[in-house]
């Protein structure tokens, strides 16, 4: 055996150890079963986001790491340490989690600074001002130090939120839907922010949030929920661009769904025409299928194959979103940049330029 | 080498599992608390349902159906008028302007400064044949005697009616104003734009829906109308309340007064019924806004302006101005003769006794209203409901239901002492302050729950959790979270419970130690002999002191319509 390789495999072990565990917990809410076995592993200094529709559990998930749920199935790890069982566990204030709010929760009666430390009352006087100082820095708070929560902005308030959940040195930050209370313009620039900072830290973070834009500037990894569970955990861009069921597909990025069959291990039919897929159909001939169109699958071009009807347009700067209405009745979304504009009403042509096939098996036979 | 680096040195070892409890130790604390305080309601309906022994037909065969009819007939009388003034004075103020409005807005509120015993002795004092306004008719007009003209007597059904609706309508005029306030501009001025006037509006548009709001206020009303015994008692009107304490004092008879106190349980049941009926409606129709909008009033102009102004001035000035006129001037006449020693250490008895009851309330109050934040629960729930009925209970029903189960213990312990150790206890509990401060916990505990569990709403859940993640405990999160952002609640029902208490009676005159006064039982006693003058500064003390939480109403009200027309967002 030799030394530095098993100093290496040692680190790099340490690295891509699971710092968050969820093990097949179950929790109610309100009498009901919110969160049915749900699993999911976050390593050492990642961040990951829930994201789900109003209603999924996900903020019932969040409430059961942070300990403040009792979970009925399973059991929550950090750092190996089991913190929830069924019947028993950790309370919230012995977990070392750091959790940032919607409505942010500053302590109105307590000045920034005080805020800040708020956390750090077991350290000595020194280092505790020395910690605040230091976070109060970090986040540009410095000059509002001894303000008043009430007296700041929102994105301020966001960034005292954060500073405080921060100091302690969590192992764990959990955030529900931080970016929720802050305007359009403000929430990307935050989301990035955030985002940056925590990677520079090294902060691991589980994030809730129903807002797919938040999810994707910050989560290296996105479990998209619905009714309680999982439905696919993946990358932003495995999300939007191969999405494994229909309700992902749905809930992510805009787009329509064409009804097709499988005519040949390459081939689906649709509607709209024999569509091509790169990679081999796993159904028989004939099974019904879903097809997805994603709005810059159906391309603006004069010699296209399909004729619609403009029925409605959102302006969004360089490109135009179309909702269009082909002869037969179906409707398509498309993105054409701005300077193809066109009038409700007017007549398009376009044709399918689908780079990647993304079909499911249709649950009902197609009538 | 890793592990012990994450393991925080401040946290430690204290990452334990920690068994869940269905209940937990606030949980528990707060169900036993709640309990404790539905002893005495709960004594009282047990006996009600227990053996009855022989009082029953003899109560049936000649009182109590006369307790009841005139019990009946007051809350009749009373619940009119109360109605009668109550929406009328809401309507006129926030529907209509004339001149005065803006003070009639508060100036509405002071009666509920003056308990009805006191507005009996300063309107006896007025009105009685010696009296001023009797003396003067007869001098102007030459009669002789009694025997010459007609004066209405003071002491009768119809003057209770009266002075207690003088007092009491503010409960109604309180919660009718707000809901017609709460209600939707634009429904009002839809019905104006149909071409309906003033009258047609109020009847199809806001009294139906303000409806919930009123028979709560009258439910209210009509609670400390059966609660009443100083003034049926110095009007020698026989209502249930006044038997109850004839037959326990009068008689010495504890269990013919329990049967009465059974027998007002079922006013009592009917009464929360209402209440809690109404309320589930009110919800309905009002729609909570913390903002007040600008309602489209009726501007007044020439006679109906006047009358409107009238309208207000006259429960003011009957209901506040006249009694603390004929009071104070009582008290300066018959100052020396009232301000003695034993009058200062009464004071006293009664500061110490309420504030001492205030203070155990809102600890009370606090502890349970902060575990149902903790963890809600259907048993806390309903314990909580169980002891918050006290407020409906009537003090004298309250004291039988205090007094046995007291005796009852006490005769135990001595007993018990004595076997073993020779020795007597004595009365522990039983006529003692002790006894006194738990039925006022009793009574007011409601009112104080209400109050702290609506200061705690205003905070955020995410407070409470942002609090527990930065490693404090729920304790901890309660003290240095919590209590700094509730002061102002906290104090607002402090307030309000140790002014009921100053002003309690009939549980106050029950239990109390022997010898033991305190301004309202030495304002009593010296009423019952007669000595309305000597009573009087008494009176007007505990007047002053009502005012303290009227003030309270008025200064929110003044500054709530500060805020309108430009509504602020509740920030503060």
Redesign the interface.
């Not at chain 1, 929760?105 to 009666?109: G, V, W």
């Given at each position: 055996m030799d030394h530095p390789d098993q100093l290496r495999s040692g680190a790099v072990r340490?690295d891509s150890q699971p710092l968050l565990e969820v093990r097949g917990i179950s929790c109610n809410y309100e009498l009901e079963r919110a969160v049915f076995d749900l699993s999911l592993t976050v390593h050492r200094g990642e961040q990951v986001c829930l994201l789900g529709p109003s209603g999924c559990g996900k903020t019932t998930v969040l409430?059961a790491i942070?300990?403040?749920h009792?979970i009925l199935t399973g059991g929550i790890f950090i750092?190996?340490?089991?913190?929830s069982?069924v019947?028993?566990?950790?309370?919230?204030?012995?977990?070392?989690?750091?959790?940032v709010?919607?409505?942010h929760?500053?302590?109105?009666?307590l000045t920034v600074r005080q805020n800040v430390a708020?956390?750090l009352?077991?350290?000595p006087e020194g280092s505790r001002g020395e910690s605040v100082g230091e976070m109060l820095e970090r986040m540009g708070l410095s000059h509002h130090a001894d303000r008043f929560p009430?007296e700041l902005s929102g994105g301020q308030q966001q960034r005292v939120?954060l500073a405080?959940?921060l100091a302690?040195?969590?192992?764990l930050l959990?955030m529900?839907e931080p970016f929720s209370s802050l305007d359009q313009e403000l929430r990307e620039h935050m989301g990035q922010e955030v985002s940056d900072m925590l990677k520079e830290s090294g902060t691991t973070c589980v994030m809730v949030t129903h807002d797919q834009h938040d999810a994707f500037a910050l989560g290296d990894k996105v479990g998209v929920m619905s009714e309680g569970s999982i439905v696919q955990w993946d990358t932003p861009y495995n999300l939007y661009h191969q999405p494994s069921n229909h309700f992902v597909a749905d809930f992510i990025g805009n787009g329509v769904f064409l009804c097709g069959e499988v005519v040949s291990p390459q081939e689906v039919s649709t509607p709209l025409g024999i569509l091509p897929s790169d990679e081999p159909l796993i159904w028989s001939s004939q099974t019904p299928l879903e097809i997805l169109l994603r709005p810059d699958d159906v391309v603006y071009d004069p010699a296209g194959p399909i004729q619609a009807r403009v029925t409605s347009r959102a302006f969004q700067g360089a490109q135009l979103l179309y909702t269009l209405r082909t002869l037969e009745g179906i409707k398509l979304l498309a993105l054409f940049p701005s300077h193809a504009n066109f009038e409700i009403g007017d007549d398009v042509r376009v044709r399918l330029d689908v780079d990647h096939l993304v079909v499911f098996e249709h649950d009902t036979p197609l009538d | 080498m890793i592990m012990a680096t994450l393991v925080s040195p401040t946290v430690g070892a204290a990452v334990k599992l920690r068994r869940l409890n269905r209940l937990n130790r606030w949980t528990v604390g707060a169900v036993f608390a709640a309990l404790l305080v539905f002893i005495p309601i709960g004594s009282v309906l047990f006996l009600s349902l227990g053996d009855s022994g022989d009082v029953w037909p003899h109560l049936i065969g000649t009182a109590l159906p006369e307790y009841v009819g005139t019990t009946l007939l007051l809350l009749l009388g009373v619940g009119v008028s109360v109605f009668l003034t109550g929406v009328t004075t809401a309507w006129l103020v926030t529907m209509c302007r004339f001149p005065g409005r803006r003070i009639f807005e508060w100036l509405l509120l002071f009666p509920l400064a003056i308990p009805a015993y006191v507005m009996a002795y300063a309107y006896t004092d007025l009105l009685e044949y010696a009296g001023p306004v009797q003396s003067s008719l007869r001098a102007l007009f030459g009669w002789q005697s009694a025997r010459d003209y007609f004066f209405p007597p003071v002491r009768s059904l119809g003057g209770a009616i009266m002075f207690m609706g003088l007092v009491l309508y503010p409960y109604v005029y309180l919660l009718a104003r707000s809901a017609f306030l709460e209600q939707s501009v634009s429904v009002l001025e839809v019905s104006r734009v149909l071409g309906k006037g003033p009258w047609q509006t109020f009847k199809t548009v806001s009294f139906p829906a303000a409806r919930p709001a009123i028979v709560v206020g009258v439910s209210l009303a009509l609670m400390e109308t059966l609660n009443d015994y100083g003034t049926v008692d110095f009007f020698a009107v026989y209502t249930l309340t006044a038997g109850l304490i004839d037959v326990w004092l009068g008689m010495g008879s504890l269990a013919g007064g329990a049967q009465i106190a059974s027998s007002m349980l079922v006013f009592v049941i009917l009464l929360i019924f209402l209440e809690r009926m109404s309320r589930r409606h009110q919800k309905v129709y009002q729609q909570a806004s913390s903002r007040f909008k600008t309602l489209p009033t009726y501007s007044l102009k020439g006679w109906p302006s006047a009358l409107a102004f009238g309208l207000c001035a006259l429960p003011v000035i009957a209901g506040f101005v006249v009694p603390v006129l004929v009071l104070g001037q009582l008290s300066i006449v018959y100052f020396d003769r009232s301000w003695t020693p034993e009058f200062k250490s009464y004071a006293l008895n009664s500061l110490t006794l309420s504030a001492g009851a205030a203070l155990v309330t809102l600890l009370v109050a606090l502890f349970i209203a902060y575990a149902r934040r903790l963890r809600g629960g259907r048993v806390l729930r309903v314990a909580t409901r169980a002891a918050s009925l006290g407020y409906a209970v009537p003090g004298a029903v309250l004291a039988v239901g205090i007094l046995i189960p007291f005796a009852i213990f006490d005769n135990a312990l001595d007993a018990l002492m004595r076997d073993w150790f020779g020795v007597s206890s004595g009365l522990l509990l039983s006529g003692t302050v002790a006894a006194v401060t738990f039925a006022y916990v009793v009574r007011f505990l409601a009112v104080a729950v209400g109050q702290v569990e609506s200061s705690l709403e205003k905070i955020s859940p995410s407070v409470d959790m942002a609090a527990r993640t930065l490693g404090f405990r729920a304790g901890q999160t309660l003290i240095r979270y919590h209590l700094p952002l509730i002061r102002a609640g906290l104090l607002t029902a402090v307030m309000v419970v140790f002014v009921d208490c100053m002003k309690e009676l009939p549980a106050t005159l029950l239990l109390r130690p022997f010898n033991f006064e305190t301004l309202a039982t030495y304002v009593y006693r010296f009423a019952s002999d007669e000595m309305l003058g000597e009573a009087a500064l008494g009176s007007l003390t505990i007047v002053a002191v009502g005012l303290l939480p009227v003030a309270f109403l008025s200064r929110m009200i003044s500054r709530s319509r500060q805020l309108y027309p430009s509504p602020s967002t509740g920030d503060a």
């Open positions: 340490s409430r942070a300990g403040f009792p750092n190996d340490q089991q913190v069982a019947g028993a566990m950790v309370p919230p204030e012995s977990r070392r989690v750091g959790m709010f919607q409505d929760a500053l302590f109105p009666h708020a956390g009352s077991r350290l009430h939120a405080r959940a302690p040195r969590p192992l959990l529900d | -």
